[in-house]
Protein backbone atom coordinates (compact mmCIF):
# COMPACT_ATOMS: atom_id res chain seq x y z
CA UNK A 1 0.00 0.00 0.00
CA UNK A 2 2.56 2.10 1.18
CA UNK A 3 4.64 1.71 -2.55
CA UNK A 4 2.06 2.49 -4.20
CA UNK A 5 1.00 5.94 -2.46
CA UNK A 6 5.00 6.19 -3.58
CA UNK A 7 4.27 5.09 -7.37
CA UNK A 8 0.89 7.77 -7.30
CA UNK A 9 3.04 10.70 -5.72
CA UNK A 10 5.46 10.50 -8.45
CA UNK A 11 3.45 10.22 -11.35
CA UNK A 12 1.43 13.40 -9.72
CA UNK A 13 4.69 15.16 -9.32
CA UNK A 14 5.32 13.98 -13.08
CA UNK A 15 2.48 15.80 -14.75
CA UNK A 16 2.67 18.96 -12.80
CA UNK A 17 6.40 19.15 -14.46
CA UNK A 18 4.95 18.00 -17.59
CA UNK A 19 2.04 20.66 -17.64
CA UNK A 20 4.22 23.53 -16.30
CA UNK A 21 6.71 22.84 -18.61
CA UNK A 22 3.83 22.85 -21.45
CA UNK A 23 2.40 26.12 -20.40
CA UNK A 24 5.85 27.67 -20.11
CA UNK A 25 6.66 26.50 -23.53
CA UNK A 26 3.09 27.92 -24.63
CA UNK A 27 3.82 31.35 -22.96
CA UNK A 28 6.95 31.70 -24.41
CA UNK A 29 5.67 31.14 -28.22
CA UNK A 30 3.07 33.28 -27.61
CA UNK A 31 5.41 36.56 -26.31
CA UNK A 32 7.39 35.30 -29.39
CA UNK A 33 4.84 35.49 -32.08
CA UNK A 34 3.97 38.80 -30.37
CA UNK A 35 7.50 40.01 -30.32
CA UNK A 36 7.35 39.02 -34.01
CA UNK A 37 3.90 40.76 -34.89
CA UNK A 38 5.01 44.01 -33.15
CA UNK A 39 8.35 44.51 -35.31
CA UNK A 40 6.69 43.80 -38.69
CA UNK A 41 4.39 46.49 -37.79
CA UNK A 42 5.23 49.25 -40.07
CA UNK A 43 3.89 53.09 -39.79
CA UNK A 44 4.93 55.91 -41.43
CA UNK A 45 7.26 58.70 -40.46
CA UNK A 46 8.27 61.58 -42.44
CA UNK A 47 8.89 60.56 -45.62
CA UNK A 48 9.82 57.08 -44.54
CA UNK A 49 8.61 53.92 -43.70
CA UNK A 50 9.72 52.73 -40.25
CA UNK A 51 9.69 49.24 -38.23
CA UNK A 52 8.10 49.31 -34.37
CA UNK A 53 11.98 50.86 -33.69
CA UNK A 54 11.07 53.59 -35.79
CA UNK A 55 13.95 52.35 -38.01
CA UNK A 56 13.55 52.76 -41.83
CA UNK A 57 12.53 49.47 -44.18
CA UNK A 58 12.61 49.09 -47.53
CA UNK A 59 10.50 46.09 -49.05
CA UNK A 60 11.80 45.16 -52.57
CA UNK A 61 9.45 42.31 -53.69
CA UNK A 62 6.75 41.35 -57.00
CA UNK A 63 3.21 41.89 -58.13
CA UNK A 64 1.11 39.96 -59.73
CA UNK A 65 -0.27 40.47 -62.68
CA UNK A 66 -4.21 40.85 -62.91
CA UNK A 67 -6.22 38.27 -61.10
CA UNK A 68 -8.68 38.05 -63.85
CA UNK A 69 -6.80 37.30 -66.74
CA UNK A 70 -3.81 35.14 -64.35
CA UNK A 71 -5.60 33.59 -61.66
CA UNK A 72 -3.39 30.03 -61.81
CA UNK A 73 -0.46 31.94 -60.46
CA UNK A 74 -2.41 33.09 -57.50
CA UNK A 75 -1.92 30.41 -54.90
CA UNK A 76 0.06 29.41 -51.85
CA UNK A 77 3.30 28.03 -53.53
CA UNK A 78 4.14 30.54 -55.86
CA UNK A 79 4.03 32.74 -53.00
CA UNK A 80 6.01 30.86 -51.19
CA UNK A 81 8.42 30.05 -53.87
CA UNK A 82 8.87 33.90 -54.78
CA UNK A 83 9.50 34.18 -50.90
CA UNK A 84 12.09 31.70 -50.05
CA UNK A 85 13.66 31.34 -53.55
CA UNK A 86 13.45 35.02 -55.03
CA UNK A 87 13.99 36.56 -51.56
CA UNK A 88 10.64 38.96 -51.81
CA UNK A 89 9.84 40.80 -49.06
CA UNK A 90 6.24 41.95 -50.28
CA UNK A 91 3.91 40.62 -52.77
CA UNK A 92 1.13 42.68 -54.25
CA UNK A 93 -2.14 40.83 -54.84
CA UNK A 94 -3.40 42.79 -58.08
CA UNK A 95 -7.11 42.42 -58.19
CA UNK A 96 -8.75 43.17 -61.63
CA UNK A 97 -11.76 45.26 -61.27
CA UNK A 98 -13.44 46.75 -64.48
CA UNK A 99 -12.41 44.62 -67.47
CA UNK A 100 -13.84 41.17 -68.14
CA UNK A 101 -13.49 38.32 -65.49
CA UNK A 102 -13.01 41.39 -62.85
CA UNK A 103 -14.49 41.85 -59.25
CA UNK A 104 -17.01 43.64 -60.67
CA UNK A 105 -18.64 40.19 -62.83
CA UNK A 106 -17.24 37.94 -59.77
CA UNK A 107 -16.46 39.51 -56.63
CA UNK A 108 -15.91 36.68 -54.64
CA UNK A 109 -13.40 35.33 -57.68
CA UNK A 110 -11.25 38.48 -57.09
CA UNK A 111 -11.71 37.74 -52.94
CA UNK A 112 -10.77 34.14 -53.18
CA UNK A 113 -7.58 35.08 -55.29
CA UNK A 114 -6.20 37.93 -52.52
CA UNK A 115 -6.66 35.86 -49.71
CA UNK A 116 -4.81 33.28 -51.03
CA UNK A 117 -1.79 34.96 -51.87
CA UNK A 118 -2.56 37.49 -48.86
CA UNK A 119 -2.84 35.17 -46.53
CA UNK A 120 0.16 32.88 -47.65
CA UNK A 121 2.48 35.94 -47.46
CA UNK A 122 1.38 35.93 -43.49
CA UNK A 123 2.17 32.64 -43.06
CA UNK A 124 5.88 33.53 -44.83
CA UNK A 125 6.44 36.43 -42.57
CA UNK A 126 7.16 39.03 -44.89
CA UNK A 127 4.24 41.68 -46.30
CA UNK A 128 0.80 41.65 -48.76
CA UNK A 129 -0.34 44.58 -50.69
CA UNK A 130 -4.28 44.04 -51.46
CA UNK A 131 -4.54 46.06 -55.01
CA UNK A 132 -7.57 47.30 -55.57
CA UNK A 133 -6.54 46.93 -59.61
CA UNK A 134 -8.76 49.95 -61.21
CA UNK A 135 -8.40 52.74 -63.50
CA UNK A 136 -11.75 54.44 -62.65
CA UNK A 137 -13.67 55.61 -59.51
CA UNK A 138 -16.26 52.84 -57.97
CA UNK A 139 -16.64 54.14 -54.43
CA UNK A 140 -19.40 52.13 -52.96
CA UNK A 141 -17.68 49.05 -54.25
CA UNK A 142 -14.38 49.93 -53.16
CA UNK A 143 -15.57 50.91 -49.64
CA UNK A 144 -17.69 47.26 -49.13
CA UNK A 145 -14.47 45.53 -50.67
CA UNK A 146 -11.99 47.60 -48.43
CA UNK A 147 -14.58 46.94 -45.30
CA UNK A 148 -14.35 43.21 -45.93
CA UNK A 149 -10.45 43.29 -45.91
CA UNK A 150 -9.66 45.15 -42.85
CA UNK A 151 -12.67 43.04 -40.98
CA UNK A 152 -10.41 40.19 -42.08
CA UNK A 153 -7.06 41.58 -41.47
CA UNK A 154 -7.58 43.43 -38.16
CA UNK A 155 -4.51 43.64 -36.56
CA UNK A 156 -2.55 41.81 -38.86
CA UNK A 157 0.89 43.71 -39.63
CA UNK A 158 1.64 42.21 -42.76
CA UNK A 159 -0.93 43.89 -44.81
CA UNK A 160 -1.15 47.18 -46.76
CA UNK A 161 -3.99 48.50 -48.10
CA UNK A 162 -3.57 49.96 -52.28
CA UNK A 163 -6.83 51.65 -52.39
CA UNK A 164 -6.34 52.57 -56.28
CA UNK A 165 -4.03 51.00 -58.60
CA UNK A 166 -3.80 53.73 -61.61
CA UNK A 167 -6.41 56.78 -61.68
CA UNK A 168 -6.35 57.94 -65.42
CA UNK A 169 -8.67 60.27 -66.50
CA UNK A 170 -10.09 61.47 -62.60
CA UNK A 171 -8.49 64.81 -61.32
CA UNK A 172 -6.74 64.49 -57.87
CA UNK A 173 -9.54 67.05 -56.59
CA UNK A 174 -11.43 63.38 -57.29
CA UNK A 175 -9.08 61.26 -56.41
CA UNK A 176 -8.85 62.22 -53.39
CA UNK A 177 -12.29 62.97 -52.13
CA UNK A 178 -13.03 58.97 -53.45
CA UNK A 179 -9.48 58.55 -51.59
CA UNK A 180 -10.91 60.00 -47.68
CA UNK A 181 -14.04 57.92 -48.31
CA UNK A 182 -11.92 54.45 -48.57
CA UNK A 183 -9.93 55.33 -46.15
CA UNK A 184 -12.72 56.27 -43.54
CA UNK A 185 -13.79 52.99 -43.67
CA UNK A 186 -10.45 51.29 -43.50
CA UNK A 187 -9.71 53.40 -40.31
CA UNK A 188 -13.19 52.48 -38.64
CA UNK A 189 -12.05 49.08 -38.43
CA UNK A 190 -7.69 48.93 -38.31
CA UNK A 191 -6.50 51.88 -36.98
CA UNK A 192 -3.03 51.18 -37.77
CA UNK A 193 -2.43 49.77 -41.18
CA UNK A 194 -0.24 51.14 -44.06
CA UNK A 195 -2.80 52.49 -46.65
CA UNK A 196 -1.26 53.36 -50.26
CA UNK A 197 -2.95 56.09 -52.15
CA UNK A 198 -2.76 56.44 -55.85
CA UNK A 199 -2.28 59.82 -58.25
CA UNK A 200 -4.03 60.88 -61.64
CA UNK A 201 -2.71 59.72 -64.53
CA UNK A 202 -1.23 56.73 -64.22
CA UNK A 203 0.72 57.42 -60.85
CA UNK A 204 2.98 59.98 -62.55
CA UNK A 205 0.93 63.35 -60.82
CA UNK A 206 2.79 62.94 -57.64
CA UNK A 207 3.62 66.57 -57.66
CA UNK A 208 -0.48 67.19 -57.38
CA UNK A 209 -0.79 65.04 -54.13
CA UNK A 210 2.08 66.74 -52.73
CA UNK A 211 0.46 70.73 -53.23
CA UNK A 212 -2.78 69.26 -51.75
CA UNK A 213 -2.13 66.16 -49.41
CA UNK A 214 -4.48 63.87 -47.34
CA UNK A 215 -4.73 65.33 -44.12
CA UNK A 216 -6.43 63.72 -40.40
CA UNK A 217 -4.63 59.99 -41.44
CA UNK A 218 -1.59 59.01 -39.99
CA UNK A 219 0.48 55.63 -41.67
CA UNK A 220 -0.48 57.25 -45.22
CA UNK A 221 1.63 56.87 -48.16
CA UNK A 222 1.57 57.62 -52.29
CA UNK A 223 1.77 55.38 -54.96
CA UNK A 224 4.18 56.37 -58.12
CA UNK A 225 4.64 53.80 -60.79
CA UNK A 226 7.47 54.21 -63.33
CA UNK A 227 8.33 52.02 -66.46
CA UNK A 228 12.46 52.60 -67.40
CA UNK A 229 12.30 53.06 -71.07
CA UNK A 230 9.52 56.14 -70.69
CA UNK A 231 9.92 57.20 -67.26
CA UNK A 232 13.29 58.96 -67.20
CA UNK A 233 14.97 62.02 -65.15
CA UNK A 234 12.20 64.05 -65.33
CA UNK A 235 9.49 61.50 -63.51
CA UNK A 236 12.64 61.21 -60.75
CA UNK A 237 12.69 65.19 -60.97
CA UNK A 238 9.36 65.51 -59.69
CA UNK A 239 9.16 62.75 -57.49
CA UNK A 240 12.14 65.19 -55.76
CA UNK A 241 9.77 67.79 -55.55
CA UNK A 242 6.74 65.81 -53.85
CA UNK A 243 9.86 64.15 -51.12
CA UNK A 244 10.94 67.78 -50.65
CA UNK A 245 7.23 68.89 -49.67
CA UNK A 246 7.18 65.73 -46.88
CA UNK A 247 5.32 63.43 -48.71
CA UNK A 248 6.21 59.93 -48.10
CA UNK A 249 5.98 57.51 -51.55
CA UNK A 250 5.97 54.22 -52.42
CA UNK A 251 6.21 52.46 -55.37
CA UNK A 252 3.69 49.70 -55.64
CA UNK A 253 4.26 49.08 -59.63
CA UNK A 254 7.75 49.44 -61.90
CA UNK A 255 9.51 47.88 -64.83
CA UNK A 256 12.08 48.64 -67.13
CA UNK A 257 10.59 48.62 -70.32
CA UNK A 258 7.95 50.54 -72.18
CA UNK A 259 4.87 52.26 -69.96
CA UNK A 260 2.85 49.88 -72.83
CA UNK A 261 4.50 46.90 -70.37
CA UNK A 262 6.10 45.98 -73.90
CA UNK A 263 9.49 46.92 -76.03
CA UNK A 264 12.77 46.90 -75.40
CA UNK A 265 14.63 47.01 -71.77
CA UNK A 266 16.10 49.96 -70.66
CA UNK A 267 19.01 48.76 -68.10
CA UNK A 268 20.83 52.12 -67.89
CA UNK A 269 16.77 53.93 -66.38
CA UNK A 270 16.62 50.72 -64.11
CA UNK A 271 19.85 50.84 -62.69
CA UNK A 272 19.16 54.38 -62.27
CA UNK A 273 15.68 54.22 -60.88
CA UNK A 274 17.52 51.57 -58.34
CA UNK A 275 19.80 53.91 -57.42
CA UNK A 276 17.50 56.85 -57.13
CA UNK A 277 15.33 54.13 -54.51
CA UNK A 278 18.23 53.71 -52.55
CA UNK A 279 19.23 56.91 -51.30
CA UNK A 280 15.29 58.08 -50.33
CA UNK A 281 14.83 54.82 -49.21
CA UNK A 282 11.75 54.01 -51.36
CA UNK A 283 10.13 50.29 -51.49
CA UNK A 284 9.12 49.16 -55.02
CA UNK A 285 7.47 46.04 -56.20
CA UNK A 286 7.98 44.95 -59.94
CA UNK A 287 5.57 44.26 -62.35
CA UNK A 288 4.74 41.28 -62.87
CA UNK A 289 3.89 37.69 -62.23
CA UNK A 290 2.16 36.10 -65.24
CA UNK A 291 3.18 34.88 -69.02
CA UNK A 292 1.32 37.11 -71.21
CA UNK A 293 3.32 37.83 -74.72
CA UNK A 294 4.68 40.79 -73.63
CA UNK A 295 7.92 41.95 -72.14
CA UNK A 296 6.81 42.88 -68.29
CA UNK A 297 5.55 39.61 -67.71
CA UNK A 298 8.15 38.12 -66.21
CA UNK A 299 7.09 33.95 -66.90
CA UNK A 300 6.89 32.29 -70.11
CA UNK A 301 3.73 29.95 -70.57
CA UNK A 302 5.90 26.72 -69.88
CA UNK A 303 5.81 28.32 -66.45
CA UNK A 304 4.50 26.02 -63.25
CA UNK A 305 1.65 27.70 -61.69
CA UNK A 306 3.23 26.67 -58.22
CA UNK A 307 6.43 28.22 -58.71
CA UNK A 308 9.62 26.17 -58.93
CA UNK A 309 10.57 27.97 -62.18
CA UNK A 310 13.62 27.05 -64.08
CA UNK A 311 15.86 29.38 -65.87
CA UNK A 312 14.15 28.66 -69.25
CA UNK A 313 10.22 29.52 -67.68
CA UNK A 314 11.74 33.09 -67.34
CA UNK A 315 11.62 35.97 -69.38
CA UNK A 316 14.84 38.41 -69.22
CA UNK A 317 12.61 40.81 -66.92
CA UNK A 318 12.18 38.00 -64.68
CA UNK A 319 15.53 36.71 -64.34
CA UNK A 320 16.25 40.64 -63.75
CA UNK A 321 14.04 40.75 -60.94
CA UNK A 322 15.00 37.71 -59.44
CA UNK A 323 18.67 38.73 -59.41
CA UNK A 324 17.80 42.04 -57.80
CA UNK A 325 15.62 40.85 -55.20
CA UNK A 326 18.43 38.03 -54.01
CA UNK A 327 21.41 40.79 -54.62
CA UNK A 328 19.01 42.90 -51.60
CA UNK A 329 19.17 39.92 -49.59
Aim: aromatic share 12%; net charge negative.
Amino acid sequence: MKSNWKRWLVACLLIFVAVCSANSQKKEKVEQTAAAEQNMRLSVDGTYLVNAKGEKVVLKGVSYGWHNFWPRFYNASSASYLVNTWGAEVVRASMGIELKGGYLDAPQKGIDCVQAVTDAAIEEGIYAIIDWHSHGIRTEEAKEFFRKMATRYKGVPNVIYEIFNEPVEDSWELVKAYSEEVIRVIRSIEPDAVILVGCPHWDQDIHLAADNPITGYNNIMYTLHFYANTHTQWLRDRADYALGKGLPIFVSECAAMEASGDGAINKEEWNKWLDWMQQHSISWVAWSVSDKNETCSMLLPSASSEGNWKDEDLKEWGRMVRDELKKAK
